[in-house]
C-alpha cells in the first residue's frame, strides 16, 4: 500500500470523525468560578430558587425573607398588561415589572401536538419563549447596603402611545426613593429599550437583572433544543464566552467580574439577551447550574450587575426572538456570534460560517428562491468557482502518476542511501517542473471543498433561517429526511463520481477500494444529519462529474507509463542500448 492510500484513509477519518468532535463542545474558556481571592460582586440571583409570578391577574402569595430570617407571607395584587406588535405579543406584569411572556407570533412553534403517533403532528401555534410560571427578567436593587426585590414592592403600571412605539411604565417606592422602570417596545424589531431611575439612589447603586431560568422548547427534538441551551456573554476585550448548561455544576458559582458589554441565554434557534450601553456595561456575570430532571441540565440560575449612574438612572436593552443572521448583525457588538460555531474550534470554523451565510442570504435576497433551490445554486457556484484549482491539481495528479515508475526505480536503487535517494527524487522533480509537495497538490481536490463543507455542517446545527422550509418532498431542510433519500443519492453521486474520475487510471487496488468504502462511509454517517447538507453535497458530487470526465479523457490520450525493467526505467535502458 503506497503513501497516497493511507493519506486517503487519514483524509476519510478527518471527515467522518472531526465534526461530531467539534460540535457541542464548551466554550473557549470557561468562566473561571468563584474563590476567595478575587472580589466578589452582590448576589446576582434572588435567594429563592423559584422563578417570578404567574400571569392571573388575582392576588397571590409572595414569599420574603424578614430581618431574623423567617419567612412571612403577604399578598400582592398583580396585574397584567398586553402589547402586541406585528410579529411578537408582550405580557408584562406588575410583579417584578417584568415581561412574563414572550410569543413570536411570526415563529410557528413546532413542538408535537398531543396526537397520538402514528398520526402526530406538529403544534402550529406560535412558540413561546419562556415557559409558564417564569420571567424574562428578575429585578433587584442593591442600594447601599440594602438588596430589594422588585416583585416585594408594589408598582403601578401605566401604558402611552408614542410615534416610535408603545411604552409600559412601571412606579413605586423602593427602600423611601421614587422608583420608575420603563419600557419601550420598538415594533419588528424583537427589541425593548429599558429604562430604571432610583431618585436619590446612593453612590455605587445597582440593578441586578436575573436571566430566565431557561427557555421553552419549541423544536420537534426537545432533547435536541436543550443541549443548546447555555449563557453567553461578550467581555469588553471582544472575546465572547460560552458555557452549556450541562457543563453547570449547582453547587458552584462561575462568576466573571471582567465587564461585559452583553449576556444572553440561548437554546438552538431563539434567544434573550440583556445588552448595556458601551459606556456602562454590566460589572459582573454570575453562572450557577439550576436543577436537573433525569441528567438533563435545563435550568440555570444566572444574572448581570448594572451599575446605577450619579444620577440613579440605568439603560439597556432586551433582545427576546430569534438568532437571524443578519437581525443579529444589525445589532451590533457581535451578537451574531452569540452561539459560536465550532464550538473550540470557533476562530477557525466562524470564519468560513460568516462567508457562507452571506452568499446563501445574498443569493436567497438577489433570487427569491426556497433555501432548497439557494443550496442547489450555491453548490454549483462552489464548484465552478474550484474548477482552475481542481484542474491543476488534478493535472499535477497525472504528472505524478506518469512519474511513479521512474520515482519507484529510483527508491528500489537508492535503498541503501537515503540520503542519494533524496537527492535523486528532488532532480526528477526539478527536471518535470514539480516540487516535493506535488503528492500533497494531488488530494487537493479532496481537500478544497472540506472547509466549507465543515462550516455548512454547523450552520445547518443552529441557524433559524433553515427551520421549517420545505423543498421538494423534504418537510424540513434543517432536519433528516424523513425517507433518507438525500444521504443515499449523495453516496450514489460520490460513487459515480469516483468511478468516472478512476477511468483509464492505471490498476490500482487501493484506489478501488476507497472508490468504494468512500461513499458508503459517508453515506452511513450523513443519514441523520440535515436533508439540506446532504443535498448541497450531493448537487456538488453531480457538479464535479463533467470535470471528472473530461479529465478522463485527457488521460486516455497520455502515452502509456514508462515500463520499469530489473529496477530501471526505459529511458535510461535506451541510453545503455
Known sequence: MDKRFFLALLLTAIVIVAPPLFLNRGARRPAGVADSTRPIPPRLDSAA???SAPTATTPSPVTVP???GALTTTAAPAETTTVQTRRTRYAFSTR???PISVVLDSYPSRRPSGVAPPIRRENREPSELLPLRASLARYRLALGRDTIALDTIPLRVQVKESPSGPMVSYTGTV????????????????????RANVMGAPAGSTLLIGLPRTLRSNEPDTLDDISHLAVSYRLGSGDIESVSFSKLDSTETRVETRPSQWVATRNKYFLVAYRAPAKTPFTAVQIRGGHRSDKIANDVIAGAALPLGADGRATFD????????????????DLDQVNPYGGFMHDLVQPFAVIVMRVLLWIK??????YGWVLVLFGVIIRLALWPLNQSAMRTSLKMQRLQPELQALQKRHSDDPRKQQEAIMKVYKDHGMSPLSPLMGCLP??????????????????????GVPFLWLPDISLKD??????????????????????NMPPNPQAKMMMYMMPVMLTVFFLNLASGLNLYYAVQNVAAIPQQWLLARERAKEPAPAQVVRGVPAPAQKRRS
Open 318 to 333: 432586551i433582545y427576546a426572538g430569534p438568532q437571524d443572521f443578519e437581525r443579529l448583525q444589525k445589532l451590533g457588538s
Open 96 to 98: 417584578g415589572a417584568a
Open 446 to 467: 479532496m481537500l478544497l471543498p472540506m472547509p466549507i463543507l465543515f462550516a455548512l455542517y454547523f450552520v445547518f446545527q443552529n441557524t433559524i433561517e433553515f427551520r
Open 175 to 194: 427602600g423611601g426613593r421614587p422608583l420608575a422602570l420603563d419600557y419601550a417596545v420598538v415594533p419588528d424589531s424583537f427589541l425593548l429599550h429599558v
Open 66 to 68: 424578614t430581618e431574623q
Open 365 to 370: 435576497h438577489t433570487t427569491q428562491l426556497n
Open 49 to 51: 430558587a423559584t422563578p
Open 482 to 503: 424523513p425517507f433518507y433519500i438525500t444521504p443515499v443519492l449523495m453516496g450514489l453521486s460520490m460513487f459515480f463520481m469516483s468511478w468516472i474520475g478512476s477511468r
